[in-house]
């Protein structure tokens, strides 16, 4: 009589979870030597075979551009051989980093002589769904091998072709570099009931980390049963302050807005003091039609637009909450410092804000009060990002607060336990 094992009747995603498993116990105790040199064969291999991963790139370019896509989105989809060298150079930065498994966050001896120790762990099983930008699927899989969890992507069906060519790549790599393949897995099937069966794998994927937009959000925490780390949509702000330097407070608002207006971290609104509107929203208004902005304008924004060559429309309550992604900004003047953050604590997203002031207690103010994931001071909204942050990439930008909160990086791909050592302690 032949015994079927409980794999063999799980689905094709449930399969895949199954193995992973099995690849995170092999990881978990990996010294981290192995693991950055698995890292490095990935980098190096990316390099050798940038063709491949070019040429399955240029198919799913070639179907967006069908679909009718944005270029904005195309932009994010496309990967060029210099891009690669980028990744893979990101690779290469994660090898760099310290390895947080194994590090004691916490230690003491207790009085009864019992030696106790915290000591970082990794999750597991990390599965992660996200948009269609290729490089995600590596940096996800270098992180996740660094901080000894398997990994299981769901990236964008229209990016199917790059990252299948990707994984392929990142798995020959690992597996010739003696760690288990199965530690890095593309999900099969293309279909959103992929991404059903991954948020049913309780007990097979120890957490899933949902990358997009607010529908993939509420989504997958609305219905997960896998434990879930939020990531969010970027409504993004750029408060310019009475005491601002002007010709900074321009260099930032283009930045944050028009750098790659397409990611997250990008500026959606602009709110300026009405003590500088007079002099500094027509420079922003010339600043923004030199980078190609339409401006959502409120009627004080409105005012200053007659003689102006950029192309300004007016706003409608819909705006403040609009996250853009493309060359265009909601703008408003505010009576005060406070009325920018009532703005910001009622319609954004909690990603990133930033003001520009040369007054220490205007910004002391305004990073107390503002209640998202980086406040930035006299910088651009666009550092929200792990490379940014020294964190060599980063596999989502969390915008709620539990477990972790802004760029995940190593450390936030770890849990703890403790190491209780005594010396043959009974508890009385
Ligand atoms: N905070 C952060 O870390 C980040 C935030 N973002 C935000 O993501 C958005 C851009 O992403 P976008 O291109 O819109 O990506 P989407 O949200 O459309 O898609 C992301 C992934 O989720 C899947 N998906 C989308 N909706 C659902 C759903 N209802 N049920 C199941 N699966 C779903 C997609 O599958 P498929 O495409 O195959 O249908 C894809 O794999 C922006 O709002 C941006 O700010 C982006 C990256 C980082
Ligand atoms: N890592 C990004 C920021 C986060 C991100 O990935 O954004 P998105 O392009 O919306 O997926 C960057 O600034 O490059």
């Known amino acids: 009589m032949t015994t079927l094992s409980p794999y063999d009747s799980m689905s094709p995603v449930a399969q895949a979870a199954y193995r992973a498993k099995s690849a995170a116990a092999d990881l978990a105790p990996l010294p981290r030597a192995e693991k950055d040199d698995a890292l490095l064969a990935i980098a190096d291999a990316l390099e050798v075979r940038t063709s491949e991963i070019v040429e399955a790139n240029a198919k799913d370019i070639a179907k967006a551009r069908e679909n009718g896509t944005s270029e904005a989105i195309v932009d994010r989809l496309t990967l060029t051989p210099e891009r690669v060298r980028a990744i893979a150079s990101d690779v290469r930065d994660v090898v760099a980093l310290p390895d947080p498994v194994g590090e004691i966050v916490r230690g003491s001896t207790l009085p009864n002589g019992i030696d106790l120790r915290q000591v970082r762990v990794p999750l597991g099983v990390v599965g992660i769904i996200y948009e269609a930008r290729p490089n995600v699927t590596v940096d996800a899989a270098a992180l996740c091998l660094k901080s000894g969890n398997a990994v299981l992507l769901r990236g964008s069906a229209s990016a199917y072709e790059s990252n299948t060519a990707l994984v392929r790549v990142i798995r020959d790599a690992v597996g010739g570099a003696g760690l288990p393949a199965d530690a890095v897995q593309l999900v099969p099937g293309e279909s959103r009931e992929s991404v059903r069966e991954l948020m049913r794998a309780r007990g097979l994927v120890d957490v899933l980390i949902p990358r997009g937009g607010a529908s993939l ?212």
């Open 217 to 428: 959000i509420q989504t997958v925490v609305a219905e997960s049963t896998v434990p879930v780390i939020e990531t969010g949509t970027g409504n993004c702000h750029v408060y310019v302050d009475a005491a601002a330097d002007l010709d900074m407070a321009i260099d930032i608002l283009i930045n944050s807005k028009a750098q790659r207006p397409s990611v997250c971290n990008a500026a959606e609104t602009l709110l300026v003091h009405q003590d500088i509107a007079a002099e500094f929203v027509p420079r922003a208004l010339d600043a923004l039609a030199e980078a190609g902005v339409t401006v959502h304008a409120d009627p004080r924004v409105l005012a200053y637009a007659k003689d102006s060559k950029a192309t300004v429309v007016e706003a409608t309550p819909e705006d403040w909450d609009t996250e853009y992604l493309s060359y265009d900004i909601a703008a408003a003047v505010v009576d005060s410092l406070d009325r920018a953050v009532e703005h910001i604590r009622l319609w954004s997203s909690g990603h990133t804000e930033a003001i520009v002031t040369s007054s220490q207690q205007a910004a002391r103010r305004f990073t107390k009060l503002v209640d998202s994931t980086t406040v930035a001071v006299n910088a651009s909204t666009r550092f929200t990002d792990g490379g940014q942050f020294g964190f060599g990439a980063e596999i989502g930008i969390s915008t709620q607060k539990l477990h972790a909160r802004g760029p995940m990086g190593l450390p936030e791909l770890t849990s703890t336990k403790y190491i209780v050592t005594g010396d043959g302690h009974i508890r009385r």
